[in-house]
């Protein structure tokens, strides 16, 4: 039987580093950090049932200690690592307000924006939730950062991807050149390359969205519901609704087997839920980088301009036909 070789997220990205020597080492620094916050927050995570970190942050627990939720321990496990990296400047995240700035990132290249866990209301009844990243060079290395070197478009990420807490936990990036998976082996605590160059098929049968409030949708985005739902053999509808409630487990899915992901714009959220610094935009970048589309309804996510650090943004993303189709409807 022949053996493949193994090949961890390290040796892959020193690897990609020989091949494109821009990619210069502060970038692989910030990689091997994220590893370890993946590593260290699939560690909590796996334990949640076990110990007591499950519960609402500010309760306190038997012992007095004050109780913290899952997502405010990724935060802190992210900025902690950050913080000691050098490599980054300042950091923003969906779990705080302003900017994060590094103590020792004064003169570092890069900026990063995170969602520390999403889909946290899934982490009460074990089901797959993730982290996502996105990394943007300021914009002068002589010139102090200002808010205008975070609200940079998607089109200028340099890097972006999510950690999946699943089955199994998996590592999935881009830095531009494809995308590639690594799933952790727990046995030697290493992300190993499991999804090479990782391209979604053009089309497929499933579509993800909260159909709750389907009444509150776009005519469009409502006549698309029905048409996905509607009998059509040759177009092997109807289509499969498949909706987790956490972005990362449904984005996977569907990068994987083909379908698209809609948040759209409700009467209650004109501008959708999802935020574009640290979900919509690396979404989009991965997604573009294995073949599909992301869209806001009117343009490509990558190339909103930003205005505000937690900003949201409709979105349908996917395989590039059913953007496609569903833009056609609206
Ligand atoms: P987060 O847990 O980071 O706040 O994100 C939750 C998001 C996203 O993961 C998911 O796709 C979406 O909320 C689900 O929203 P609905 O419950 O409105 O469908
Ligand atoms: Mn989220
Ligand atoms: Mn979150």
Redesign the pocket.
């Known amino acids: 039987m022949k053996k493949n070789n193994v090949v961890t997220l390290n040796q892959f990205i020193s690897d990609q580093q020989n091949k494109f020597p821009f990619v210069q080492g502060n970038l692989s620094r910030i990689f091997r950090d994220l590893q370890l916050a993946a590593k260290m927050i699939n560690r909590d995570v796996r334990q949640a049932g076990l110990i007591d970190i499950l519960g609402n942050f500010g309760e306190t627990n038997v012992q007095g200690e004050e109780q913290k939720k899952l ?1 405010v321990i990724s935060n802190e496990v992210f900025m902690r690592l950050m913080d000691m990296s050098g490599a980054v400047v300042c950091v923003v995240s ?1 779990e705080d307000e302003g900017i994060h700035w590094c103590p020792d990132g004064a003169d570092a290249k890069y900026i990063l924006a995170i ?1 520390p ?5 899934n982490i009460d009844v074990n089901a797959s ?1 993730g982290s996502i990243f996105s990394i943007y060079k300021r914009l002068d290395m002589d010139k102090p950062v200002t808010e205008a070197d975070i609200l940079q478009k998607g089109i200028e990420q340099v890097a972006a991807g999510y950690i999946i807490y699943g089955t199994a936990t998996m590592f999935v990036y881009t830095t531009g050149n494809g995308v590639n998976g690594f799933t952790l082996d727990d046995s030697i605590s290493e992300f190993c390359l499991s999804h090479p160059n990782i391209q979604t098929p053009k089309s497929g049968k499933i579509f993800s969205v ?1 159909e ?2 389907l009444n509150e949708f776009p005519q469009g985005v409502i006549d698309y519901i029905n048409w996905c739902k509607g009998t059509n053999k040759e177009e092997k509808r109807p289509y499969s609704a498949r ?1 987790i ?4 487990a ?1 984005f996977h899915r569907n990068l994987l087997k083909g379908g698209i992901y809609l ?1 759209p714009p409700t009467a209650k959220a004109p501008n959708g ?2 935020r574009l610094l640290y ?1 919509c935009n690396p979404m989009s970048f991965l997604v573009e980088q294995a073949g599909g589309k992301a869209s806001n309804g009117q343009q490509r996510i990558m190339e909103i301009q930003p205005t505000e650090f937690h900003q949201r943004t409709p979105i349908f993303i996917g395989s590039a036909d059913m953007v496609d189709q569903v833009m056609g409807m609206m």
């Not at 866990?117 to 209301?121: K, N, T, V």
């Not at 409630?245 to 990362?248: F, K, M, P, R």
């Open positions: 997502d969906e969602d866990l999403d889909g946290s209301s939730i909260n709750g409030n909706y409630g956490s972005l990362i449904d948040y839920k999802l979900e």
